[in-house]
């Protein structure tokens, strides 16, 4: 059998199965703490199902899929359907590995710590100076990515970093979204530093790396389990051209930004053949 997806409401997993039936594709769900997962037991069916699964996602709450429940549901079902009623606390921290969440408590400890007057700036700030480049104070280049100057510029890229992060954590392991977090946030530091100076910071160059990685992995790889609507893409985009004509109202890491665009796809396109584990 082949993983179609993850989904923490099981009522809406078993709404996709129904519907699956009815088309003739057969599918088994499974549930554990991450979710409730739905095979498919006919892989020959695969690419007919990827294809209903991204048109479930693009509307699950389409009349299709309960009228599908209606039809076909199975009234011997084992399926918790409490777990998809979750308070948000918990559903939260399930979409989430612990990668995601050491990241989300580290920034909003630095914000914190900001917020009451200590210099924590000047510790994880880039380096000052190009002359200081090779000096052992590494990290620098990695934790600007930790420093956020408003509310709105935290909450913003934490939950960009949650809905993308979570997803590569989840399906693909800790490891490969510590290398997307090192390498989405070291590359684009260093061109920010070049385009504007060492007076920046900020998740969303990391963002944009998670951003492009998941649109293109998924495209070139729809089996790799990670999905992004073609809408929340175009937006970002439409975010990204509007920073670089200072159209946002604030000042913005464009470069930052889009470096981490092109590393994340780069990562993707290298990462095209490898098989979820």
Not at 132 to 151: E, G, L, N
Request: hydrophobic share 50%; aromatic share 12%.
């Amino acid at each position: 059998m082949i993983q179609l997806l993850v989904l923490g409401d099981a009522r809406m997993a078993q709404a996709l199965v129904d519907y699956l039936a009815t088309l003739g594709i057969s599918c088994e769900l499974t549930q554990s703490e991450l979710g409730v997962s739905v095979w498919l037991a006919d892989e020959q069916r695969f690419a007919q199902a990827q294809l209903e699964v991204k048109r479930f996602l693009a509307e699950p709450n389409h009349p299709r899929y309960m009228e599908a429940s209606w039809q076909s549901g199975r009234a011997d079902a084992r399926i918790d359907y409490s777990k998809g009623m979750t308070d948000p606390v918990t559903d939260f921290l399930h979409q989430a590995g612990p990668l995601t969440l050491v990241v989300i408590i580290a920034c909003l400890a630095v914000y914190a710590l900001n917020a009451i007057g200590l210099p924590i700036f000047d510790q994880l700030a880039f380096h000052p100076t190009l002359a200081q480049f090779t000096d052992w104070q590494a990290w620098r280049y990695v934790t600007p990515a930790f420093i956020h100057f408003s509310v709105l510029h935290l909450v913003f890229n934490l939950l960009w970093w949650w809905y993308l992060g979570g997803q590569i954590e989840q399906r693909l392991g800790s490891g490969k979204l510590f290398i997307l977090l090192i390498v989405g946030a070291a590359l684009p530091n260093v061109a920010e530093f070049f385009a504007s100076g060492p007076l920046f910071g900020g998740l969303s160059g990391v963002v944009y790396a998670l951003l492009g990685y998941c649109w293109l992995r998924a495209k070139l790889q729809p089996d790799c389990g990670l999905s992004l609507p073609p809408a929340l893409m175009g937006f970002m985009l439409f975010w990204l051209v509007l920073g670089f004509f200072d159209l946002l109202g604030t000042s913005t890491a464009n470069i930052a930004h889009l470096v981490g665009l092109l590393v994340g796809l780069l990562q993707g396109w290298l990462d095209r053949h490898h098989r979820p584990t």
